[in-house]
C-alpha cells in the first residue's frame, strides 16, 4: 500500500507548499480520518481521507489539458505584461502543469498542457518529429509554385539546412491547412515568406493524433480523453 508523510499529502493535493502544509498540520486545520492530526511525518495510506479545513484532499494524477488559446496570451507559466495561458486555467489544475508546445501570442488554436514529462518531450523533441497542422490565412492567393516548394522543403534565411518537407491542403485560394513536423523559431510565417506570401492568421488544429475540439470556443478548455493521451507516441 502507497504510504505518503502527511505534509507531503497536504502540499500535493492543495495549492499550499510544503512549508505552508506544515503550518496548516500545527494550527489542527488538518484531519486524518475525521481526526485532526498535528504530527506533519505521519504516514498516509492511499485509503485514508484527508481534509483541509473541512474540504477533501486527494492527489491527483498526471494532468493532460487542451485548451483553444485565443489573440493576445503568450505561451508561458509568467509574464508581466501579458495574460498567460495558466491563467485561463482555475487554479486548483495549474500546479506542476507545463505547455507542451508552445504558440506565439498572436497564434491561436490548440495548446496543450501536462504534468508528465515524458509524454510532452514527445511532442517537442525534434528526434520524434510529432506532426503539427496549422490553419493559415495569407495575404495572397498561393500559387503551385509555392506549394511544390513548401513539399519539397524550403530553406528558411539564416537557417543552415532547409526544413523538412511540409503537407499542404488547400482549402480557399488564401487559406490552407500546413501539416509540419519540426519546431523551429515562427516556423510557419517564416516558410510563407520564403515563398513570397505572408501570414495573416495562424490557427493550430491538431498535434499528433489530437485534435482540437471544435466546442471549445476562445480560452475554453478540457481535460484530454484516454485516446488523445494514447495518440501521442
Known amino acids: 500500500m502507497t504510504m505518503t508523510r502527511l505534509d507531503q499529502f497536504i502540499s500535493l493535493s492543495t495549492p499550499l507548499s510544503r512549508k505552508e502544509a506544515r503550518r496548516a498540520i500545527h ?3 488538518v484531519q486524518v480520518d475525521g481526526e485532526a492530526c498535528k504530527k506533519t511525518h505521519i504516514k498516509i495510506p492511499e485509503t485514508a481521507s484527508v481534509t483541509l479545513d473541512g474540504q477533501p484532499c486527494t492527489i491527483l494524477g498526471p494532468q493532460y489539458l487542451m485548451l483553444n488559446k485565443p489573440v493576445g496570451v503568450v505561451s508561458a507559466t509568467r509574464d508581466s505584461e501579458h495574460p498567460t495561458a495558466l491563467d485561463l486555467l482555475p487554479q486548483e ?5 507545463h505547455i507542451a508546445g508552445r504558440l506565439d501570442i498572436d ?3 490548440l495548446l ?3 504534468t508528465d514529462g515524458q509524454w510532452s518531450h514527445r511532442i517537442t523533441s525534434p528526434r ?3 506532426q503539427k497542422t496549422y490553419r ?3 495575404s495572397e492567393p498561393i500559387e503551385q509554385p509555392a506549394i511544390s516548394a513548401l513539399e519539397s522543403g524550403v530553406e528558411l534565411r539564416n537557417e543552415s539546412k532547409p526544413i523538412r518537407p511540409a503537407g499542404i491542403t488547400v482549402l480557399e485560394p488564401k487559406v490552407i491547412e500546413l501539416t509540419i513536423s519540426e519546431g523551429r523559431y515562427h516556423q510557419v510565417k517564416r516558410m510563407l515568406a520564403a515563398v513570397g506570401n505572408h501570414v495573416e492568421a ?8 489530437i485534435t482540437l475540439d471544435p466546442t471549445l470556443g ?3 478548455y478540457r481535460p484530454l480523453t484516454q485516446a488523445e493521451i494514447d495518440g501521442v507516441s
Open 27 to 29: 494550527a489542527s486545520r
Open 93 to 97: 489544475l495549474t500546479r506542476d502543469l
Open 107 to 109: 497564434t491561436t488554436g
Open 112 to 114: 496543450l498542457f501536462t
Open 128 to 130: 520524434v518529429e510529432c
Open 136 to 138: 493559415v490565412t495569407l
Open 202 to 209: 495562424l490557427h493550430r488544429i491538431r498535434i499528433g493524433q
Open 218 to 220: 476562445p480560452g475554453e
